[in-house]
């Protein structure tokens, strides 16, 4: 057989390594098979990491394996326990209650193991009140904000394909259902540390920690305190990334213990969002009552869960000084990492001691009249150093122009201290500041296509996100002002 003619599952050999972690950490169990599962969109990128072709993922064979209809011979599909505080409370055990890890696949790329994940593949022991299922309209937004955050460089989980079917799922109202492949080195999260830390079970905690240590952080292996050193690279990674979520106006939506990464990456998609108009205190989740998530709460409440974290690791740190030590490592982190991105945002290449002020001074003028986030620093990349010529491009997208204007000679004077050249500089800063991002109108309008079964808008958003900072002119009513129906968008945990 030619290696086209090869069945797909050949190529598909799942490793077990999470597996290897023993049985009072998850519980093995198949996929509740789903009706007539077709494919919806597959993440070229994805495809290449595991060497799969897009003629191969639309053969029934994958489709079936992909949305959990079809045993793939070698794996045991099996569903994690975890814990964690939700909104800031204990909510004790939760789990994977509608997540299924199939197995681990090698990238054909650099040999490392990635989980393989159906999200939505039916009930789990841990689904307390939950069905097991996603709908459609939700998994088409995990699906596409994966692949959206990966192309803005930003460290997430990933989404090889989406499968979809015509079987109704009920939320406020029956829904169509869909599964979504997750694809990740680890789905552990602070959470999965929480479990054994509040159910006393040392001995679980620390083979946790240790399989962490070993397959994803293998140099702190040889530290004075492995498990402080751990606490220390996850705060440095957890800094990072939210610095990098401010940086593009990301907003989490639900930043519970659970949902966090104990990789630093982006970790579940829901009721998230892109700022549209600038407002700090912009809370996406409409199940927010209290706002705990909103936009400027993030760097706080990733700091809140640093410190979930570290209460976890305690026992195995050994002491609260050494735990605070690796702890105390996020606000600095944080400033010194979004200030480089800022930094970046700005154009500057160099960072002077007043320049924190001229950031906080522009991003004060577009909260003062809700400038959208995304155009106003993309646009911010056409002013001149030496000339007003380009400044009603920018100009066009704020009300408060005369504050503006003084903002402006401030940044001219500020670039032409370091001879800043407009060409380099207009460069630089386009491939930080976005011209794309997923809005939520545009998923919107996709998952309205999307219900009447034409998955074009899915793709073509798809392919547009997976380069946001290239201008992409054929492209550019995707870049515009989003319409005014969008603010009428709320998006909830009901997924
Ligand atoms: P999430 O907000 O998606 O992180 O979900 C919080 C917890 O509820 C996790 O333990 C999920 O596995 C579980 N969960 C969410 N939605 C469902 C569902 N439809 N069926 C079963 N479990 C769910
Ligand atoms: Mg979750």
């Known amino acids: 057989m030619s290696h086209s003619e090869t069945s797909t599952s050949n190529s598909l050999e799942f490793y077990k390594r999470f597996a290897s972690l023993g049985h009072t950490f998850y519980t093995e169990l198949q996929p509740t098979p789903i009706k007539s599962p077709y494919l919806i969109a597959t993440s070229p990128s994805m495809l290449a990491e595991f060497n799969l072709s897009a003629k191969q993922m639309q053969s029934q064979e994958v489709v079936e394996i992909f949305s959990g209809n079809r045993a793939q011979p070698g794996s045991t599909p099996l569903a994690s326990v975890y814990s964690g505080h939700q909104f800031g409370i204990w909510a004790g055990q939760l789990g994977d209650g509608r997540a299924i890890l199939l197995g681990e696949l090698a990238s054909k790329q650099s040999g490392a193991l990635h989980e393989i994940q159906l999200k939505g593949a039916g009930m789990t022991p841990y689904s307390r009140m939950g069905d097991g299922r996603a709908v459609l309209r939700s998994s088409i937004r995990e699906f596409l904000c994966s692949e959206a955050m990966a192309g803005l460089g930003i460290p997430t989980s990933r989404a090889l394909c989406i499968t979809g079917s015509d079987q109704y799922t009920m939320r406020e109202m029956p829904e169509k259902t869909a599964i979504v492949t997750r694809t990740a080195p680890s789905f552990i999260r602070f959470g999965s540390f929480e479990h054994w830390y509040y159910n006393d079970k040392s001995e679980q905690l620390k083979t946790l920690a240790d399989f962490v240590i070993e397959h994803y952080y293998p140099d702190l292996a040889q530290s004075e305190n492995p498990y402080q050193a751990l606490l220390r690279a996850v705060v440095i990674k957890t800094a990072d990334l939210v610095a990098l979520w401010q940086s593009v106006g990301f907003m989490h939506g639900v930043l519970n213990t659970d949902n966090m990464s104990i990789l630093g990456l982006t970790l579940d998609y829901g009721p998230f969002g892109f700022m549209d108009g600038y407002d700090p205190a912009h809370i996406c989740n409409h199940s927010d009552n209290q706002g705990r998530y909103s936009y400027q709460m993030q760097p ?159 793709h073509k958003l798809l392919t547009i996100l997976a380069t946001p900072y290239d201008e992409q002119i054929e492209h550019e009513t995707y870049a515009q002002l989003p319409p005014d129906w969008a603010s009428t968008l709320s998006v909830s945990c009901s997924s």
């Open 300 to 458: 706080r409440i990733g700091q809140w869960n640093c410190h979930a974290l570290a209460q976890a690791l305690l026992p195995l740190i050994g002491d609260v000084e050494s735990t605070q030590e690796a702890l105390s490592c996020y606000v600095g982190q944080f400033e010194s990492s979004y200030e480089r991105v800022m930094q970046a945002k700005f154009g500057l290449t160099t960072l002077q001691a007043d320049d924190q002020n001229l950031f906080t001074e522009y991003l004060e003028i577009m909260a003062e009249a809700g400038t959208d986030f995304t155009l106003a620093f993309r646009q911010l990349s056409r002013i001149q150093t030496t000339s007003k010529q380009n400044d009603n491009f920018l100009r066009d997208l704020f009300v408060n122009r005369e504050r503006l204007d003084v903002w402006l000679e401030s940044y001219r004077k500020r670039l032409q201290l370091e001879h800043s050249q407009d060409l380099e500089r207009q460069t630089c800063m386009n491939q930080v500041n976005p011209k794309y991002v997923l809005r939520n109108y545009l998923a919107q309008q996709a998952i309205e296509r999307a219900e009447q079964k034409d998955f074009s808008e899915v």
